[in-house]
Nanobody
Framework: QVQLQESGPGLVKPSQTLSLTCTVSGDSITTSYYYWSWIRQPPGKGLEWMGAIAYDGVTYYSPSLKTHTSISRDTSKNQFSLQLSSVTPEDTAVYYC????????????????????WGQGTQVTVSS
């Protein structure tokens, strides 16, 4: 059974960098050909795909977030991480990590119905 768990601070000040980590168990983040994504849901809004890191370490980002988003991984800990710089209150959201199903492709990374395993989500509030 694949399990994902998000961790990180629940409160971040405006203009700072939001950092979250997703710890994966039951599968390796280097297993071909899986993709591992960060997805968020602001209050009262829908889910938004932010970016992904592939089994081979290649990263992909939402065009709207690319300039201040970075995804990395630590294969020794089977973790992948999100950094979102220069945050504003509009970045307040529940943040999820998720694994793309075996059918997902680079072209469908933003299709949220293509993700089969999700973390429980972690609330991050941006406020001074």
């Amino acid at each position: 059974q694949v399990q994902l768990q998000e961790s990180g601070p629940g409160l971040v000040k405006p203009s700072q960098t939001l950092s979250l980590t997703c710890t994966v168990s039951g599968d390796s983040i280097t297993t071909s050909y899986y993709y591992w994504s960060w997805i968020r849901q602001p209050p009262g809004k829908g889910l938004e795909w932010m970016g992904a890191i592939a089994y081979d370490g290649v990263t992909y980002y939402s065009p709207s977030l690319k300039t201040h988003t970075s995804i990395s991984r630590d294969t020794s800990k089977n973790q992948f991480s999100l950094q979102l710089s220069s945050v504003t209150p509009e970045d307040t959201a529940v943040y999820y990590c998720a694994r793309g199903n075996p059918r997902i492709t680079i072209a469908t990374l933003d299709r949220l119905d293509e993700y089969d395993y999700w973390g429980q989500g972690t609330q991050v509030t941006v406020s001074s």
